[in-house]
């Protein structure tokens, strides 16, 4: 199994709707978790950073975390044609190394 | 300086040179990840510096690949005998050195192997 698993193929949501996605981990004593946006030719930033289950709120970004189930999610609402991007799922293991999922790439139809 | 820095920004080589990449991280900052991104992938981890304790080099693809960190500060990753395989674009990136805080990434460089 994969450390960080993104699965999910291109997503392409109309202006204003909600874009979601998912990520699994596989270490279970994972405690860090991190999403970053990489737009087309750029380098990542990080955009949400969550450590406890349950939700986490940053304007129009919202991570979710169930340990239990050991994934990861963000959700993007009211999305923007500036939301296009390829988005990252981070989760840093016990040796302190941050390990990448492959990305999901978000589109946004204006 | 004001953030990662990486150079060359773009390097293109011919299969069987070595190439040596550098990193200038943030002043202050103690860890520094490398990282390799093939095309349309996600980010593959190389090695990671955390001050003077030993790197992890659990992710160097091949022993033609190695690391090195001065002085705590700038790093130079050094590819030798270079294959097209090892085409792909070289991040670099640093933080304050705990499990909980933000890499802040350079702008990579782009190495194309011919």
């Known amino acids: 199994q994969k450390e960080v698993e993104q699965n999910s193929g291109p997503l392409s949501v109309p202006e204003g709707a909600i874009a979601s996605l998912n990520c699994t981990y596989s270490d279970r004593g994972s405690q860090s978790f991190f999403w970053y946006r990489q737009y087309s030719g750029k380098s990542p930033e990080l955009i949400m950073s969550?450590?406890?289950?349950g939700d986490k709120e940053d304007g129009r970004f919202t991570a979710q975390l169930n340990k239990a189930s050991q994934y990861v999610s963000l959700l993007i609402r009211d999305s923007q044609p500036s939301d296009s991007a390829t988005y990252l799922c981070?989760?840093?293991?016990?040796?302190?190394?941050?390990?990448f999922g492959k990305g999901n790439q978000v589109v946004v139809i204006p | 300086g004001a953030g990662v820095s990486q150079s060359p920004s773009n390097k293109v080589t011919e299969k069987g040179k070595d190439v040596e990449l550098r990193c200038d991280p943030i002043s202050g900052h103690t860890a520094l990840y490398w990282y390799r991104q093939s095309l349309g992938q996600g980010l593959e981890f190389l090695i990671y510096?955390?001050?003077?304790?030993?790197?992890?080099k659990s992710g160097l693809p091949s022993d033609r690949f190695s690391a090195e960190r001065t002085g705590g500060s700038v790093s130079t990753l050094t590819i030798q005998r270079t294959q097209q395989e090892d085409s792909a674009v070289y991040l670099c990136?640093?933080?304050?050195?705990?499990?909980?805080?933000?890499?802040?990434f350079g702008s990579g460089t782009q190495l194309s192997v011919l």
């Open positions: 981070a989760v840093f293991y016990g040796n302190n190394r941050l390990a």
């Open positions: 510096f955390q001050g003077n304790s030993a790197p992890d």
């Open positions: 969550i450590y406890s289950n």
């Open positions: 990136a640093s933080s304050l050195g705990t499990a909980n805080e933000k890499l802040f």
